[in-house]
């Protein structure tokens, strides 16, 4: 059982940084690949990162490269996503996950999620 506290977000404008964290509960959190989603009012949920149990794999949506980076601490069983060159379209509710499937847009786990709202 993992449990996910996500913090972070806030109101940002264009071309900004926000720094989201995501603490989990559990002693297995070092187990599980970890992952982001976003869902904006209206829209369907979108996959934005996730990396692997150790950090050594990251995978991300083509329209966060360049721009987010996802990382995690397992000493602190926690888990980041650094979002810089933010745009009015990143504005959406981001949801920790822990054991995310970007094919099926589901997790095991999920975080309460965090407001992101980024102002042009």
């Known amino acids: 059982q993992v449990q996910l506290v996500d913090s972070g977000g806030g109101l940002v404008q264009a071309g900004g940084s926000l720094r989201l964290s995501c603490a989990a509960s559990?002693?297995?959190?070092?187990?599980?690949?970890m992952g982001w989603f976003r869902q904006a009012p209206g829209k369907e949920r979108e996959f934005v990162a996730a990396?692997?149990?150790?950090?050594?794999?990251?995978y991300y949506a083509d329209f966060v490269k360049g721009r987010f980076t996802v990382s995690r601490d397992n000493t602190k069983n926690t888990v980041y996503l650094q979002m810089n060159g933010l745009k009015p379209e990143d504005t959406a509710v981001y949801y920790c996950?822990?054991?995310?499937?970007?094919?099926?847009?589901?997790?095991?786990?999920w975080g309460q999620g965090t407001q992101v709202t980024v102002s042009s």
């Open positions: 996950t822990a054991d995310p499937s970007i094919a099926t847009m589901t997790a095991d786990y």
């Open positions: 559990g002693r297995t959190f070092s187990s599980y690949a």
């Open positions: 990396i692997s149990w150790n950090g050594n794999s990251q």
